[in-house]
């Protein structure tokens, strides 16, 4: 089999690349393994198996990342309306701590309003923020949390209807075939369990297993740490729904070391209702190797931090008695820039990786730009300094 783009990596950016480019006349692949049934069965698991992300209009802070997050938040609900898969809930966002007026970007000032604690807890009786400052910035439209499941099925849903072919499979290694078409070389793709296929270009959106497989030439090392971080789930009972009805998403600032989100409660998969807060640093353990990955997905975190963070959340949401607590473990790639990389290795492989904490924010405009970009389209990057999403690769030794 022969394709004309194969897209690696079948999560929240392969997928949505996927979508973008399975268009009339390109044959287009997506490879990635489906959700497995337990954490200590595969080699590769994801952080997008979850109920759960923050999602707006704007990032707040960050010029690029606010101009990423503006078009997918845009993007997502019209995916929403055009496959019929609910993917959002619209409950505001709200980020607090020390100093919030002066962090925002102007065009989040225009459409937040600025709260002291005092007038957070007007607005919401059940929150607290005092601890961590006293100016909040709210977004009380345009602002809230999706599915992340539900995101990568309406991706893959609207890129099967425009013909896209989806294989269930984990790619185990990918260069050049040494066949040629029309006198351009082929790219191989090799899988776990079936047969390689060839392809004129490969697009990798492996985030933090892009070389943990043989994915990139040999002689490359990329820039891109891999960090293991957690979430802790708080069970909300039946009879406290309705108070915390309204609560936002939110996000403090000013505290490195406690800096922390905040999702409202969520329904997931097992019918239960819970509030989720994670650390919004994620230097818990760097992680280097393949079995160091898979070794945190099935680890648990320290029972001191999920105290910490349990503890966080209680002081902020008030009135709260969890009826049980659970931890999920995850992993975040993150790049010295900050922001992904959406770049070409070889003019037959490219890559968009690099979520940096955001890859729900940013994964339906980071993935149109990688799928234009395979596709080589000139203007990919639109906006966007095509400089500022230049993959940075580290020299090895022997080149020095």
Aim: hydrophobic share 35%; aromatic share 6%; glycine share 8%.
């Amino acid at each position: 089999m022969m394709y004309d783009v194969c897209i690696v990596g079948a999560g929240l950016w392969g997928s949505s690349a996927a979508r973008h480019a399975s268009l009339p006349g390109r044959k287009v692949c997506l490879i990635g393994p489906s959700e497995p049934q337990e954490k200590d069965r595969p080699d590769i698991f994801a952080s997008h198996y979850d109920a759960g992300r923050n999602v707006r209009k704007y990032h707040g802070y960050h010029h690029t990342r606010g101009s990423l997050t503006t078009k997918t938040f845009q993007s997502l609900l019209q995916l929403e309306a055009t496959t019929g898969v609910k993917l959002n809930t619209k409950a505001g966002f709200m980020l607090f701590g020390k100093d919030i007026r002066n962090i925002m970007v102007l065009s989040a000032k225009t459409e937040c309003l600025l709260l002291t604690a005092e007038g957070v807890c007007e607005r919401y009786p059940f929150l607290d923020t005092s601890r961590y400052g006293d100016t909040a910035m709210l977004l009380p439209v345009d602002a809230g949390h999706a599915n992340p499941r539900m995101i990568v099925r309406a991706q893959q849903k609207a890129a099967v209807l425009q013909g896209c072919d989806i294989i269930d499979d984990v790619v185990e290694s990918v260069g050049e075939s040494g066949d040629h078409t029309h006198g351009e070389p082929l790219m191989r793709v090799v899988m776990e369990k079936g047969r390689p296929l060839l392809a004129k270009k490969v697009l990798l959106c492996t985030g933090a297993f892009t070389q943990l497989k043989n994915l990139l030439p040999s002689s490359t090392k990329l820039d891109l740490e891999i960090h293991g971080t957690f979430t802790v789930k708080l069970e909300v009972g039946e009879g406290d729904l309705e108070k915390f009805r309204t609560m936002p998403t939110m996000a403090s600032h000013g505290d490195p070391e406690w800096d922390c989100y905040i999702l409202p409660p969520i329904k997931y998969p097992d019918g239960k209702h819970y509030m989720k807060i994670g650390p919004m640093n994620d230097d818990e353990r760097r992680l280097i190797t393949l079995e160091d990955v898979k070794g945190w997905f099935v680890s648990q975190p320290d029972p001191k931090l999920v105290k910490n963070y349990k503890d966080i959340l209680l002081a902020v949401v008030k009135g709260f008695n969890p009826v049980s607590v659970k931890t999920d473990m995850c992993v975040c790639s993150s790049t010295p820039t900050g922001l992904p990389y959406c770049d070409m290795v070889s003019p037959r492989l490219g890559l968009a990786v690099g979520g940096n904490g955001c890859g729900a924010m940013l994964s339906d405009e980071v993935g149109k730009m990688a799928a234009e970009m395979i596709a080589g389209a000139e203007n990919w990057n639109r906006d966007i300094p095509r400089e500022m999403l230049k993959a940075q690769f580290i020299t090895s030794l022997s080149n020095l």
